[in-house]
């Protein structure tokens, strides 16, 4: 989940679902309500890590921690020296997860058909957006913690790419984490930990009374986040976008079809065909966990 919350376009939600873990890891977040607080404060201590499922969220967020802050920079690095790869890969990864999502809807009907494409047209319409200017002033910083959090967590649509589209994904994912800068970490993580606590108990009413409905609108998302993750591309720069380091920010990106054969395209088509195999692998991981 964290390598995949770095990664513009790839939600760390997909992740989790097709794991097996999503409703455990949502109900867990949801747990840390009035009756957990009253056992911090009657310190009964493993009462409360029984109530919101430790055993599923201490290894989950301790990883996905991990993972952001090793792979920042070996991410940014790849990007600058194969970007065409390794977006091929995750598009494997994403192409592979609409089955794996979708196929859990127990009932197709017209309120599963809509969701679905209401998700879809949503996240088409997420991509197809002009990023902001990059902003540090602290309220922002809260505002893109809690809005990035909740995408985060909500298979199909990206944080990293909601971070993108707000101005401040160079700052936060690349800059801050790598520099290990807590003048932008902390308040980003405050509004993470409270956009979390108030969604989960959102997407645990969903689950709870429209689970199938809710459920084609996250495939619908992961369908409409190909468009972002598609391999061939080149990025639409603007020299009035700036980001902390001077440097030209990606405000778009140009699709366009491979043309020829060559070497480029057939290791991205194997790049694509290895993450769908990957997601192959980790949903048969989920089903042996289960």
Not at 40 to 52: A, G, T
Not at 72 to 98: D, E, H, N, R
Not at 154 to 177: R, T
């Amino acid at each position: 989940m964290g390598a995949a919350n770095v990664i513009p376009g790839v939600s760390g939600g997909t992740i989790a679902f097709i794991t097996g873990i999503y409703e455990d890891l949502i109900n867990g977040v949801k747990s840390f309500d009035i009756d957990g607080l009253k056992l911090i404060r009657q310190r009964r201590v493993k009462d409360f890590l029984n109530h919101i499922n430790a055993q599923v969220l201490v290894p989950v967020f301790l990883g996905a921690a991990v993972s952001v802050v090793s792979l920042a920079k070996l991410l940014k690095y790849l990007f600058q020296s194969y970007p065409t790869y390794v977006w091929a890969y995750f598009f494997g990864l994403i192409l592979a997860s609409i089955w794996f999502v979708g196929k859990t809807v127990s009932k197709i009907n017209i309120s599963s058909i809509t969701s679905f494409i209401v998700g879809a047209a949503i996240a088409v319409f997420i991509a197809l957006q002009v990023p902001t200017q990059e902003n540090d002033a602290l309220w922002y910083l809260l505002i893109c913690g809690a809005v990035a959090m909740c995408s985060m967590i909500l298979p199909g649509l990206s944080g990293s790419f909601v971070l993108l589209l707000m101005g401040n994904y160079s700052l936060i994912m690349v800059n801050a984490i790598a520099s290990f800068d807590l003048g932008i970490i902390v308040p980003v993580g405050f509004g993470a930990v409270l956009g979390l606590l108030a969604f989960s108990h959102l997407l645990n009413y969903l689950f709870s009374n429209y689970k199938d409905a809710t459920i084609a609108l996250m495939t619908g998302f992961i369908l409409g986040s190909l468009l972002t993750i598609w391999p061939w591309k080149n990025e639409i720069t603007d020299p009035n976008f700036i980001n902390s380091k001077g440097e030209l920010k990606v405000i778009g990106y140009d699709w366009f079809m491979p043309t020829s054969l060559d070497n480029t395209t057939i290791i991205s088509i194997a790049m694509i065909i290895i993450g769908i195999i990957s997601v192959y692998f980790i949903e048969r991981m989920g089903e042996k966990s289960k």
